[in-house]
């Protein structure tokens, strides 16, 4: 099954970046509150992520890089059906297949930590490990056995960024934990976690600028079920830059042409040329009404309702900022 493994992981790793996005989202499921992201070559060397969760119990180990839905997959039409529906059990095996990996973890309720590794397929452990309650995962030579998706990476630089951009937009979506991200030995961003405005306003303007808050308009709308806050920079700030933009539906970081559009739209109405905003905007939607897993590598968004949220979050921000010309 490695050769499924592999197809798997195609689809859910592309490159360092998602793995990073992957193992994060991980260590905030499992409850962390300090996450270290040490990075090294863009990634490509290695990624490795420690977190401070529950951990994983010695049973759980031994199973967590077994493809759960191993046993459903017995056609390539199977195997096409289950990578279009989403990848629950999927990220650890697929990352797995196309790396040198270990997994360290003490479950909280442990006395002692186990490490399981897998080299490119076979998976060695649990053994007993040095660990304190928590997770680590080591994700060393991504592609080593796939050169023509080792190929298609870009330089390391280029792969940096990306994973920098994910861990700022990841940041801004969870106030209360620290981030800590580092490469090639040199740490590059440190956020400290906390629920107060003066942690909330550093770590903004740590990502959008620092006079970006002094010069942003602080919106709060609700229509119906719909609910959006978050700044906007006023339109006489010069410094928005394509890269401070972030958008967050029910605290899911997304990237969607529809509200990009919206906002972009009433930007422009008010001031009349095309020059890019930035802002920090948390919309929340019943989550009936949106379908933000489309695909699990991408950001899109479905809208039940497109029009609705569109003129919402135009409607929103046009009305914030034609209250502040004056
Ligand atoms: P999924 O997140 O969809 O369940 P994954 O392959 O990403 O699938 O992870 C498999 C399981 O391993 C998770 O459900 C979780 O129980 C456990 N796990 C993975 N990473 C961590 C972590 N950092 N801390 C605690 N448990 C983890
Ligand atoms: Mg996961």
Known sequence: NQLIDQIAAGEVVERPASVVKELVENALDAGATVIDI????????RIKITDNGQGISQDDLAMALQRHATSKIHSLDDLESLLSMGFRGE???????????????????????????AHGGDIEGP?????????????????????????????DKTEYLRIDDLIKRVSLSRFDVTFRLSHNGKMIRNA????????????????????????????????GNLK?????????????????????????MIKDKL???????????????????AFVLYLDIDPELVD?????????????????????IFGSIHQSLAQTRV
């Open 259 to 277: 509200v990009g559009h919206a906002i972009r739209q009433a930007y422009q109405d008010v001031l009349f040329h095309g020059r890019f905003p």
């Open 91 to 117: 990220a650890l095996p697929s990352i797995a297949s196309v790396s040198r990996f270990d997994l360290i973890s003490r479950h909280q309720d442990a006395e002692m930590a186990y490490q399981v590794s």
């Open 228 to 252: 959006m806050s978050g700044w906007v920079a006023k339109p006489s700030w010069n410094r928005a830059q394509p890269d401070r933009q972030f958008f967050y539906i029910n605290n899911r």
């Open 127 to 155: 053994v007993p490990a040095a660990h304190p309650v928590g997770t680590t995962v080591i994700v060393a030579d991504l592609f080593f056995n796939t050169p023509a998706r080792r190929r298609f990476l870009k330089t």
């Open 38 to 45: 040490d990075v090294q070559t863009g990634g490509k060397k």
């Open 192 to 223: 400290q976690g906390g629920d107060t405005d003066v942690l909330r306003h550093q770590r903004i303007n740590q990502l959008c600028g620092k006079d970006f808050i002094e010069n942003a308009i602080f919106i709060e709308q609700q229509r």
């Open 292 to 312: 933000v897993n489309v695909h699990p590598t991408k950001h899109e968004v479905r809208f039940r309702d497109s029009k609705l949220v569109h003129d919402f």
